[in-house]
């Protein structure tokens, strides 16, 4: 496993743009697929996006498509999360999640074993 700390999430309005980031402890940084999840209160936790550890390939909700984009920085260790065109449905708990995988995981929470706290972002109408 690896450790995972988000950047601070923030407020922001309709419309506007925020980039989250993850950092990563290990040296085997590269060997993971790096996703991000997300929940709102009273919801269940939910895919938002995910990229391979070679970065080549990515994986997005239809919720985020065309409005958010998942990159890294693999010698930052960083995982970053390009949030465009907010909306009120965006506001929830953001979480940056790892997996050692070769291979770009599925959209689902019980492939990824390393978890980050969580961060706050919240979209004001």
């Known amino acids: 496993q690896v450790q995972l700390i988000e950047s601070a999430g923030g407020l922001v309005q309709a419309g506007g743009s925020l980039r989250l980031s993850c950092a990563a402890s290990?040296?085997?940084?590269?060997?993971?697929?790096m996703g991000w999840f997300r929940q709102a209160p009273g919801k269940e936790r939910e895919f938002v996006a995910v990229i391979s550890w070679s970065g080549y390939n990515t994986n997005y909700a239809d919720s985020v498509k065309g409005r958010f984009s998942i990159s890294r920085d693999s010698a930052k260790n960083t995982v970053y999360l390009q949030m465009n065109s907010l909306k009120p449905e965006d506001t929830a708990v953001y979480y940056c999640a790892a997996t050692p995988s070769r291979t770009i995981p599925r959209a689902a929470a019980t492939e990824f074993d390393s978890w980050g706290r969580g961060t706050q972002v919240t979209v004001s109408s």
């Open positions: 290990g040296r085997t940084f590269g060997t993971y697929a």
